[in-house]
């Protein structure tokens, strides 16, 4: 059987694209191999109706309504591979197995590396996040440090200085700081640590305090680090698809991608809007374009036959 459509990726993008490709008649199968960024977390913020949800409860909650649509069904498998060949394509999942699909979308979210500090991962998801949209109201007016090695660094101390104005920021032996940045900085009350983090402190993930390589520490109550972002996949690349600057694949309003047949939406366009709603929200527009697809080759067939 040809489905209609794959949708690689089931976080929340690849939930509500097949959801609305459910109730859309199309034959799909959602693939996720359940290793979303998110996982480090207990709670995810900032989702109308679902404020405070764990995200494994999110996703639970997604496949048992899309239990609703007989004509959508879940693989829980890595894909290992996708080729287009002719108008159809051919997705080959970790075990083995061969699916053909006349789309795809790739809903496959985005990695992210941390900085290499000792302790980093212990913290990070409980005391330590990305996002002060996502995390910032449960850390507010503490005092909090911006962990960052790159030039992201002020634009986050900018943005955290939101919730709290006990704030820090940490180079982490990196010189990525100009001195306007931080004059800037300094006018706010914000001290800027360049030196090396010799490792992070503090208990059952709670972060306590940064102690430094010259032996000094500085107390703090949690904070915020600007990790770097990478592709969760090499599709949209070996698809041949538009990639931004960052690797997130490009597309337009309808979730299309340069390549026919290739929708992609959610973290894996690595637009910086990265949030839940938003993904899932990308995932019901790029599902609307694949049936928007659909309706035009099925509908209009007989006349672009006659004009031919
Ligand atoms: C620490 C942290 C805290 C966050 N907190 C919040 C918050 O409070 N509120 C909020 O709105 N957002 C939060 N976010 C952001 C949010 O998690 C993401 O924006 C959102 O999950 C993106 O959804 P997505 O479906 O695009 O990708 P993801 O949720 O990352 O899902 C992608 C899915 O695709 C699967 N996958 C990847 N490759 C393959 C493959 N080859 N085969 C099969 N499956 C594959 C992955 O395993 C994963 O399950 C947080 C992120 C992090 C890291």
Aim: proline content about 4%; hydrophobic content about 40%; glycine content about 10%.
């Amino acid at each position: 059987m040809v489905l209609d459509c794959a949708v690689i990726g089931g976080g929340p993008a690849g939930l509500n694209a097949s959801l609305v490709l459910g109730r859309s008649k199309r034959k799909t199968v959602l693939f996720d191999d359940n290793k979303p960024r998110n996982a480090v977390v207990a709670e995810a913020h900032g989702f109308i109706t679902r404020d405070g949800i764990n995200p494994q409860e999110l996703k639970r909650i997604g496949q048992e309504e899309l239990k609703a649509y007989p004509n959508v069904s879940i693989v829980k498998q890595r894909v290992a591979a996708i080729n287009k060949v002719d108008d159809q394509f051919q997705i080959e999942a970790e075990d083995g197995s061969v699916f053909f699909s006349k789309k795809v979308i790739l809903a496959t979210g985005f990695k992210e590396i941390l900085p290499d500090i000792e302790g980093v991962e212990r913290y990070y998801g409980t005391s330590l996040f990305s996002c002060p949209f996502c995390d910032g109201w449960e850390l507010k007016d503490r005092p909090l440090a911006v962990i960052s090695e790159n030039p992201k660094a002020v634009h986050m101390a900018k943005v955290v200085y939101n919730w709290t104005e006990d704030l820090i920021v940490c180079t982490n032996g990196k010189k990525s700081l100009s001195e306007i940045e931080k004059t800037l900085l300094e006018s706010k009350g914000i001290k800027t640590f360049e030196q090396e983090i010799q490792s992070l402190i503090g208990e059952t993930g709670q972060l306590q305090k940064i102690e430094f390589k010259d032996g000094t520490a500085v107390l703090v109550e949690g904070g915020f680090i600007t990790p770097e972002w990478v592709p969760a996949t090499n599709f949209g690349a070996s698809l041949g698809c538009k990639l931004n600057a960052l690797g997130g694949i490009e597309v337009d309003s309808m979730g299309r991608t340069n390549i026919e047949g290739v929708f992609a939406c959610g973290d894996a366009l690595i637009t910086g809007a990265s949030q839940l709603i938003i993904a899932a929200a990308e995932g019901s527009k790029a599902a609307i374009g694949v049936n928007a697809a659909f309706i035009e080759e099925n509908f209009m067939s007989p006349v672009s036959a006659l004009s031919d």
